[in-house]
């Protein structure tokens, strides 16, 4: 994912020369209720074109974000349920449950490369079972 960059939408309030997300009381971004969950959702877009399907009564401008920024985003607006991608189109939503999975699965990962990269650097043989199809339980 983090090669991959979204489009997120946020409302025309002061230049968008420069957006800085620490201050966030300026930032207006656009949500989409979920009417099945009552819950609020970023709507993000993999494209401008799946961006233009939103149809919204006030200006608004789309920039580029990658997943983890968007994800770290909707962590730190609780309000939000979590964010959609292409809500209009394949609809798939990412829930704060679902981003804190990945999360937790991504610092598992890290930890274990850290230390079998700590492990070659020491002359120790990594601590890894390998098993194919035939001998795999």
């Known amino acids: ?8 939408l946020l409302l025309y309030h002061f230049p968008l020369s420069h957006v800085n ?5 300026k ?8 009417n099945k969950t009552n819950g ?5 877009f ?3 074109e799946e961006a233009k399907k939103l149809q919204y009564d006030k200006p608004f401008q789309s920039f580029a974000m990658r997943f983890q920024d968007i994800a770290a985003l909707t962590e730190q607006t609780p ?3 979590g964010f959609v991608v292409n809500p209009f189109g394949e609809n798939l939503p990412f829930t704060q449950e679902m981003l804190e999975s990945i ?15 700590e492990a070659a ?12 199809n035939e001998t795999a339980e």
Do not use: M, Y
């Open 1 to 8: 994912f983090h090669l991959v960059r979204f489009c997120i």
């Open 21 to 25: 997300f620490e201050d966030k009381s």
């Open 27 to 34: 930032a207006k971004f656009i949500l989409l209720n979920n």
């Open 40 to 44: 609020t959702f970023f709507p993000v």
């Open 46 to 48: 993999t494209s401008p």
């Open 79 to 81: 309000k939000v349920q």
């Open 103 to 117: 999360k937790q699965t991504l610092i598992k990962v890290a930890k274990e490369r850290k230390a079998a990269r």
């Open 121 to 132: 650097e020491n002359g120790e043989a990594p601590d890894i079972a390998v098993t194919n």
